[in-house]
């Protein structure tokens, strides 16, 4: 693919992204989500560590989909800890441990697939909070933001200048895992409005 077309992706990508926050922050605003503030803590950490790790290895146009997070992650972090999920659990002081491990494994091995693998690993323990809330208060959370986040990750994936296991490996888990988040949310408000009804 020519660097025009991975241009015109990566900025597909980051319009979807700001669709994507701007609904979540609107959902944030009336009071239907509450986000959980170690789960956007984590993501800010790391979005900004494998955003780095692409451009340092020519993720070029498809790194700006990670930028833009870095930026809007930190605006819903604010709003996590005014607005947000306020009961923390043991398990989530280990996922902010496990992905603040990662951010040093990086550092001290110098390998950025090391980076991108202990960032993936720390991403999918960030989530674990948002799964649970999620499974338990399914109305709470939006899946806009986590639906059109699987877009804007696939484009990234294609607006990549370099394709390689570090700077494809994290955007496909952020797919996959999305995709769960949201997949848990409809299971369970479905099988909530199915007990209700009964």
Sequence with gaps: MNYDAQVVLGVVSVGIGLVGYALYFRSIFKGLTKPHPFTWFIFWVIDATVMAA????????????????????????????????????????????????????????????????????????????????????????????????????????????????TTALFPAEVILTNGIVVLTVLLRRRQLARISQS
């Design 54 to 165: 692409q451009l340092l290895h020519g993720g070029g146009p498809g790194a700006w989909a990670l930028g833009v997070s870095v930026v809007m992650n930190l605006f819903v972090l604010y709003f996590a800890i005014t607005r947000g999920e306020k009961r923390i659990a043991k398990v989530d002081w280990a996922c902010l441990a496990f992905a603040l491990v990662g951010i040093v494994l990086w550092q001290t091995s110098g390998d950025a697939l090391y980076a991108v693998l202990c960032a993936a690993g720390a991403d999918i323990l960030a989530k674990v909070p948002t799964l649970r809330k999620s499974y338990l208060r399914p109305y709470e959370e939006s899946i806009s933001v986590w639906g059109l986040d699987m877009g804007r990750f696939a484009l990234s994936i294609l607006a990549l200048s370099s394709l390689s296991l």
